[in-house]
Nanobody, 124 residues
Framework: QVQLVESGGGLVQAGGSLRLSCAAS????????MGWFRQAPGKEREFVAA????????YYADSVKDRFTISRDNGKNTVYLQMNSLKPEDTTVYYC?????????????????WGQGTQVTVSS
């Protein structure tokens, strides 16, 4: 069992930056691929970014490519999402997810564990 706790959300002006963190419990973090998703009220949860077990492979949704960067520190059991050039449409709840596999995934069903979410609000 893996527990995920997100932090780093908040209120920022358009064009600003935030860094989300996701701390994972357990000794097997290094064998999990990780992902970030987001979900606005009344909408389906959507993929944002993913990273494989080593950090050597990443993948992004087109809407965040070149603005967001996913990374991980296996020594700290933590995955990060650096968000730059934020836009009002990035406003929503962001969720961290863990996948019991070395390779990254992009679908909701690819992931086995989820955090509780952290709110990001971008003002115009």
């Amino acid at each position: 069992q893996v527990q995920l706790v997100e932090s780093g959300g908040g209120l920022v002006q358009a064009g600003g930056s935030l860094r989300l963190s996701c701390a994972a419990s357990g000794r097997t973090f290094g064998s999990y691929a990780m992902g970030w998703f987001r979900q606005a009220p009344g909408k389906e949860r959507e993929f944002v970014a993913a990273i494989n077990w080593s950090g050597g492979n990443t993948y992004y949704a087109d809407s965040v490519k070149d603005r967001f960067t996913i990374s991980r520190d296996n020594g700290k059991n933590t995955v990060y999402l650096q968000m730059n050039s934020l836009k009002p449409e990035d406003t929503t709840v962001y969720y961290c997810a863990a996948r019991r596999a070395y390779a990254l995934g992009v679908g909701l069903k690819d992931y086995d564990y989820w955090g509780q979410g952290t709110q990001v609000t971008v003002s115009s």
